[in-house]
């Protein structure tokens, strides 16, 4: 495809929110040693993409302006580089991009070694969604929090905070293969689509009970899988067990300090702070496990990318339920 232009969308500076997308024509990169090029058929956004157009990683990243964010695609292989042995062209694949970016295009660059192959059972909208979000998911729960995903082990009690959004809804999920009370706070409107994902109990975050969570049938939390911010570890603390861990996916200030001082104390409640890259076993579990209609992939909204700025604003607002994805087929 050397020397073919392709759309896409890009910025070129620190913050201006969807306001500051640009659709601009750029070449269709070309494979390296170990790559292959994807034509992109669905990319899917999570609030990360657009905290690093707000600067959150400056100046890590971007590593470079004019910048096509977004990490977590499907698409086709139709170009491979030099040495790569695992895919052919024609394969249907679901991968991270990382730091580099590049999702908002027709075409991008992929890692062999970041590639998961996606059987015709998982669509490429739903299979985007699984990179970040899944994999930070089934992370939180079985390599931090410790959850076995067969039912072998006692009850955990679980709570998911924000599980309506992204993440969350994967988790109450996920959280459900195991042997687990599963406890969730989200917005009245969401209430049912929480039980439907299998959530024992839901939390309106907005009410007292659920701004202090408080389970309803009196749970101590072993696990909290936390999904949004602005929950203090004073409301945390005294709704955990003796040896309850909260993992909070978006560590500020206070979660460093809170876990530093636990330390400090021999604390046995825990304030975890957690940043997940996702691993392809994990996409492939995660799609191994769409397969089987184990968990499923819940969209919010889908734009064609001449539209991704609207996806952009949409997850910026932050009341998604379930996954923002762009459609990149032209
Ligand atoms: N550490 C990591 O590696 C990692 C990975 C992925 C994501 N994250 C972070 O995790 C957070 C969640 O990501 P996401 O993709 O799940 O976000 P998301 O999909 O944008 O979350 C939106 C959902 O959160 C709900 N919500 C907002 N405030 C809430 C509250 N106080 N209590 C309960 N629910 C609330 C919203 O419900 P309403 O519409 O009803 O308000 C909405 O359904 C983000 O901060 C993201 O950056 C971190």
Redesign the pocket.
């Known amino acids: 495809m050397a020397g073919k232009l392709m759309q896409a969308v890009s910025y070129d500076s620190y913050g201006g929110g969807s306001a500051g997308l640009k659709h601009v024509e750029i070449p269709v990169p070309a494979p390296g040693n170990g790559e292959t090029l994807l034509k992109i058929e669905a990319a899917s956004i999570?609030?990360?993409d657009w905290?690093i157009q707000k600067g959150v990683a400056r100046p890590v990243l971007p590593r470079k302006f004019p910048y096509v964010p977004v990490t977590d695609v499907a698409g086709e292989v139709v170009e491979i580089g030099s040495g790569v042995e695992k895919f052919k062209v024609g394969d249907k694949v679901i991968t991270y991009l990382g730091g580099g970016g590049g999702g908002l295009a027709e075409y991008a660059v992929a890692k062999e070694s970041t590639m998961a192959l996606r059987p015709s059972e998982v669509s490429a909208t739903d299979g985007s969604c699984l990179v970040?979000?899944g994999c930070?998911a089934l992370h939180a729960l079985t390599v931090t929090g410790g959850l076995k995903l067969d039912k072998t082990e006692p009850l955990t009690n679980i709570l998911v905070?924000?599980g309506?959004?992204?993440?969350?809804h994967y988790a109450v999920q996920l959280a459900k293969l195991g042997n687990t009370h599963v406890t969730a706070?989200?917005?009245a409107?969401?209430i049912e689509f929480v039980k439907s994902l299998g959530a024992d109990e839901v939390l309106d975050?907005k009410t007292p009970e659920g701004a202090a969570l408080k389970s309803p049938s009196g749970q101590k939390y072993d696990l909290v899988i936390h999904?949004?911010?602005?929950i203090p570890w004073s409301t945390f603390k005294p709704n955990l067990t003796t040896t309850g861990k909260v993992i909070d996916?978006?560590p500020g200030g206070g979660t460093f300090w809170n876990y530093a001082v636990n330390k400090i104390k021999f604390s046995k409640k825990q304030l975890l702070p957690?940043?997940?890259v996702p691993k392809t076993e994990q996409i492939e579990l995660l799609v191994s496990l769409v397969k089987e209609g184990k968990i499923k992939t819940v969209i919010d909204s889908t734009y064609p990318l001449s539209r991704a700025e609207e996806g952009w604003a949409k997850?910026m607002e932050?009341?998604?339920?379930g996954k923002v994805v762009v459609e990149c087929v032209t």
Do not use: Q
């Open positions: 999570n609030p990360i905290k970040i979000a930070t905070t924000a309506s959004g992204g993440v969350g706070t989200c917005g409107r969401n975050y999904c949004t911010t602005g996916l978006t957690l940043i997940v997850s932050g009341h998604v339920t």
